[in-house]
């Protein structure tokens, strides 16, 4: 285990470990123990009550933050023709087909959204081993296999991240930067437990969101109240209370 630097023991130290914030309260708490000289994002991690390995209890999606990311989301688009011309004009940084399938087997996978036309899936394919593991396969359910490629870059470049469980049944993401300021993180922070909550898989058994943590890059984790949280479909009351 990696021993705490004598600042991050030191940040610990002011938060209570054993209290459950209210989401405003741990807002407020992460902003105001963000010490590092760069923009810090918001981090959120939620401990859920599935287990993946079960295909009926995989949870994931793509939510679109209102506030944005505060990231520049580098997009890659296999398209060609109209497809092709329509992907850069909306903003994409690399179009292309066999050409793009040979520089991403040579390691250029900088990218932080792929999206391919279903009649590019086929070259798309051989890919499998490649982007899978960085999770970056498109993906018919996620959006990101399309014939709409100039609105799936521009969802991908304004605001919309992609989740998926992890093996241990945690989820993070980042919710932005901590410049964004209380408000604008509060509707991100709505919009992405939203999407988690409607995305309850019908396998899920018992209390569905078990923890919720937020922390700044480089700051100490301040826990949430999960009490109120309910099922799918139904609006968190712990994220409604202010």
Do not use: C, W
């Not at 990101?144 to 241990?168: M, S």
């Not at 922070?189 to 480089?218: C, E, N, Q, W």
């Amino acid at each position: 285990m990696a021993k705490l630097t004598k600042k991050l023991k030191a940040l610990e130290g002011k938060v209570d470990s054993l209290k459950l914030h209210t989401v405003d309260e741990a807002l407020k708490t992460v902003r105001e123990l963000a010490s590092a000289k760069f923009d810090e994002t918001l981090e959120v991690a939620l401990n859920l009550g599935v287990d993946p390995r079960h295909a009926d209890q995989m949870v994931r999606g793509v939510v679109t933050l209102p506030a944005g990311t505060g990231k520049d989301v580098k997009v890659a688009v296999f398209a060609r023709g109209d497809n092709a011309d329509k992907a850069l004009a909306a903003g994409a940084d690399k179009v292309g087909a066999e050409d793009l399938m040979e520089d991403m087997l040579a390691g250029n996978l900088d990218y932080g959204r792929v999206i391919a036309t279903p009649d590019m899936m086929g070259i798309v394919g051989r890919l499998g081993k490649t982007l899978g593991p960085k999770g970056l396969m498109p993906n018919p359910k996620l959006g990101t296999v399309t014939p709409n490629v100039a609105d799936a870059v521009k969802a991908a470049k304004g605001g919309q991240i992609e989740f998926r469980v992890e093996k241990t049944g945690i989820i993070h993401a980042g919710l932005g930067k901590l410049s964004f300021g209380e408000e604008k993180l509060r509707q991100n922070f709505d919009a992405f437990v939203d999407a988690i909550v409607k995305a309850k898989p019908a396998g899920a058994k018992g209390k569905y969101v078990r923890k919720i943590a937020l922390s700044s890059t480089m700051g100490p984790g301040v826990k949430g109240d999960t009490a109120a949280v309910s099922g799918a479909g139904s609006r968190p009351a712990l994220i409604q209370g202010r």
